[in-house]
């Protein structure tokens, strides 16, 4: 299982080996501790549950605090399943850091959108509004017409004014640039959802890509290329 919860700490930039200045995300990565094993048997389907966070019990209802006390593995703030193929391969538990994840792999980063509160249209979906002049004096963010004059209503999934952000949003095959296993922390290229000091789970990419690999010219190619350029540096005929 490549999958974790973290603490989104902000960003930063780092400076490859050849002078790149790389802008990153700094996530703090775990560590989760598995609290249950879940399998098709008893609850359906096969997952593991992991805590993350530490709590204090008296923010706990009873429920809860029982739940960790039966399994034995301390109290949490958070508690998320993750699927998985055999729950067997873990053990109640034990701890899952940063490096299940390894430097170049891609990854999906899931956080709580940024909450901007409510928005028109121009802000919301990128409108151009309407125009500045023309007789218009009080047009210039409104959408314009909201459906034709058959059949009178507004259909459904029109974009319009209303609340934006403030919702689960994921963005996928993201990199990871660099990873600091002692203090469990993740460098991930470019921005990831959500404000600082807020919850973030990072999975492997669902979606399909081939790792990049360098393939070395072939000597004859080189050999033609080195032709060509003997070619051009001779003094032309007389």
């Known amino acids: 299982m490549k999958s974790i919860v973290g603490t989104k700490i902000g960003m930063t930039q780092i400076f490859s080996d050849n002078g790149e200045a790389i802008p990153v995300t700094v996530i703090a990565a775990g560590p989760c501790i598995v609290v249950q094993k879940k399998t098709v048997k008893t609850d ?3 997952a593991i549950q992991v805590g993350y966070g530490s709590i204090d019990e008296k923010k706990l209802s009873k429920s809860q605090i029982g739940h960790f006390k039966k399994m034995g593995t301390g109290l949490f703030a958070q508690l998320m ?12 538990g034990q701890e899952i850091k940063a490096d299940v994840f390894t430097p170049g792999e891609l990854v999906d ?3 709580i959108s940024k909450g901007h509160g409510f928005q028109g249209v ?3 979906h990128g409108f ?3 125009p500045a002049t023309h007789g218009q004096s009080d047009k210039q963010r409104h959408p314009g017409a909201i459906g034709p004059q058959r059949p009178q209503k507004t259909r459904k999934g029109l974009r319009m004014a209303g ?7 994921t963005i996928q095959k993201v990199e990871v640039v660099k990873i600091i296993p002692e203090k469990n922390i993740l460098l991930i290229r470019g921005g990831v959802p959500g404000a600082k ?3 973030i789970i990072v999975t492997k990419t669902v979606k399909k890509y081939t790792p990049k690999v360098v393939v070395a ?3 004859k190619k080189d050999a033609k290329k080195e032709a060509r350029k003997e070619v051009k540096k001779a003094p032309e005929k007389k």
């Open 109 to 111: 980063v899931t956080g």
């Open 128 to 130: 151009a509004g309407g």
């Open 197 to 199: 000091n807020t919850q």
């Open 163 to 169: 609340r934006m952000g403030g919702i689960a949003a």
């Open 122 to 124: 121009v802000k919301r």
């Open 217 to 219: 010219a072939s000597p």
């Open 44 to 46: 359906g389907y096969n």
């Open 81 to 92: 399943d993750f699927r998985v193929d055999n729950p067997d391969e873990y053990k109640i």
